[in-house]
């Protein structure tokens, strides 16, 4: 049997994609090894250019790949493919790069390459891609989720950014085909799904009367179920048939990731972002009043060029105001290529790590402010595996339909099945709990003991 090893760098994007891409090699009778401790027959790397760290890294594993088995065919896809073929093709023993589009056509350029090892640059301009490419992910290794990717590319432009250079334009996937995979996910046996994307919230952009609050009304009425999550949206685009929907629905998670990025207006309008803080403000106070108890993440970045002592301190206060329930935060790093690398007035480094630490801080904060408010109350926890924190213990972890991940004395049995837990000690990363009763989906009963389950309350 044949072999293939995969290394994915970067974002969980990437990580979707190559397991759409294991599924190519799955059906041609592959098996997949080890990157690190096995000789593979094809090397496969899924590479990263956010950063020129990425591209750097990117690098690495590719020599990496070509060091372990010079005879394999090591192929080199993903964003840094895309922008750089050039460079990885100048690389001695890399034999084809392919970019991210065409994806399906890798499984006939690998038997192209075992006839004739004639190395193949596979990349196209991406700019002139409209069409959404279909790779589905029919099973994941973790059981209890289940990503579902429905949008590719970003119109933004951003001045930070490359990735509409290496992802295209954004093209949404059709959506009955999206509904047709939910439906197949939940057939498998997941219970929630993930709605990801480059730009996810940017779904329905180049579709006619279709937009994500018309996908989510839909994937609401799939049976079976449990959860619909969305890996990401712009304060943009939540208009008010977003959270009407949001509102509305009894299997949206009561948890959004919206990206900030900088709380001080200047800041914004040098990154090209498409709002002010006074409208990332009111979409977030419109959100907790038809949500009480939402979970708003958010990400960061710090020491954009140009940004001040002061315009710091404003976001500080900004992004103290909205208090968050978790900051995912970044210190500016130069992309070639970007009008940002190019602007005057860089940071200095230490001054970004001084920033950085200080809103780690924050985050942290108020993580642990947003999960003492459901200390004494049952929220709806669905486990994924035992507790890493003390294998063997007895104990396991999952995250609640907000995003607080919850740590209970459970057997492996539970572990992907939807469970009501009571929240008996709130933690910065992980809350304790305790088992109140596990929801049997296949037999619509209840089994273990009653109790009142914290609803989230409507708004009046």
């Known amino acids: 049997m044949p072999s293939v090893a995969f290394y994915t760098l970067g974002c969980k994007v990437n990580f979707y994609d190559t397991e759409?891409?294991?599924?190519?090699?799955?059906?041609?009778?592959?098996?997949?090894?080890?990157?690190?401790?096995?000789?593979?027959?094809v090397y496969l790397i899924n590479t990263c250019t956010v950063t020129?760290?990425?591209?750097?890294?990117?690098?690495q594993i590719i020599r990496r790949a070509i060091r372990r088995n010079p005879d394999a065919i090591v192929a080199v896809t993903g964003c840094y493919a895309q922008t750089s073929p050039a460079e990885i093709m100048a690389i001695e023993g890399v034999d084809l790069v392919i970019g991210t589009q065409d994806r399906d056509k890798l499984m006939d350029y690998v038997t192209?390459?075992?006839?004739?090892?004639?190395?193949?640059?596979?990349?196209?301009?991406?700019m002139k891609t409209r069409e959404f490419e279909e790779l589905d992910v029919p099973d994941f290794a973790d059981r209890t989720r289940a990503f579902l990717k429905i949008q590719e590319g970003c119109n933004n432009f951003c001045t930070f950014c490359?990735?509409?250079w290496s992802r295209g334009l954004s093209r949404s996937r059709e959506a009955e085909s999206v509904l047709n995979q939910a439906r197949q996910l939940v057939a498998a046996g997941?219970?929630?799904?993930?709605?990801?994307?480059?730009?996810?919230?940017?779904?329905?952009?180049?579709?006619?009367?279709?937009?994500?609050?018309?996908?989510?009304?839909?994937?609401d009425q799939i049976d079976g179920l449990e959860r619909i999550r969305i890996s990401s949206i712009e304060a943009s685009q939540i208009d008010a048939d977003m959270i009407e929907v949001l509102n509305r629905s009894t299997k949206m998670c009561r948890h959004l990731h919206i990206p900030l990025q900088a709380g001080d207006d200047t800041v914004l309008k040098r990154m090209r972002r498409k709002y002010t803080t006074a409208e990332f403000a009111e979409k977030i106070r419109l959100l907790h009043e038809a949500m009480p108890g939402v979970a708003i993440t958010t990400d960061i970045i710090v020491g954009f060029p140009g940004e001040t002592d002061e315009m710091f301190e404003a976001g500080y206060r900004f992004m103290e105001e909205l208090k968050f329930a978790?900051?995912?935060?970044?210190?500016?790093?130069?992309?070639?290529?970007?009008p940002a690398a190019r602007m005057e007035d860089q940071v200095d480094e230490e001054i970004k790590n001084e920033r950085v630490h200080r809103l780690i801080d924050l985050s942290e904060r108020m993580q642990l402010e947003y999960a003492q408010q459901f200390v004494?109350?049952?929220?709806?926890?669905?486990p994924e595996r035992d507790y890493k924190g003390a294998p063997g213990s007895g104990k396991i972890m999952g995250y609640s339909g907000n995003y607080i991940q919850v740590v209970f004395e459970g057997s492996e049995s539970l572990i992907g099945q939807l469970c009501r837990v009571k929240i008996t000690e709130a933690g910065v990363n992980e809350c304790q709990g305790q088992l109140v009763r596990v929801m049997d989906a296949a037999s619509a009963t209840v089994r273990g003991n009653e109790t009142n389950t914290f609803v989230y309350p409507k708004a009046q």
């Open 20 to 41: 759409a891409i294991w599924q190519l090699f799955k059906n041609e009778g592959y098996e997949q090894v080890d990157f690190e401790t096995t000789t593979a027959d």
């Open 52 to 59: 020129n760290t990425g591209d750097k890294k990117s690098r």
């Open 112 to 126: 192209q390459l075992q006839n004739e090892r004639k190395p193949v640059n596979a990349v196209r301009n991406i």
């Open 162 to 164: 490359i990735i509409p």
């Open 190 to 219: 997941y219970k929630e799904i993930v709605l990801t994307g480059i730009h996810t919230g940017g779904y329905g952009d180049d579709l006619e009367n279709y937009k994500l609050s018309d996908l989510l009304t839909d994937l």
């Open 326 to 338: 978790e900051m995912h935060v970044f210190p500016y790093s130069k992309r070639t290529g970007t």
């Open 376 to 382: 004494g109350e049952v929220v709806d926890v669905i």
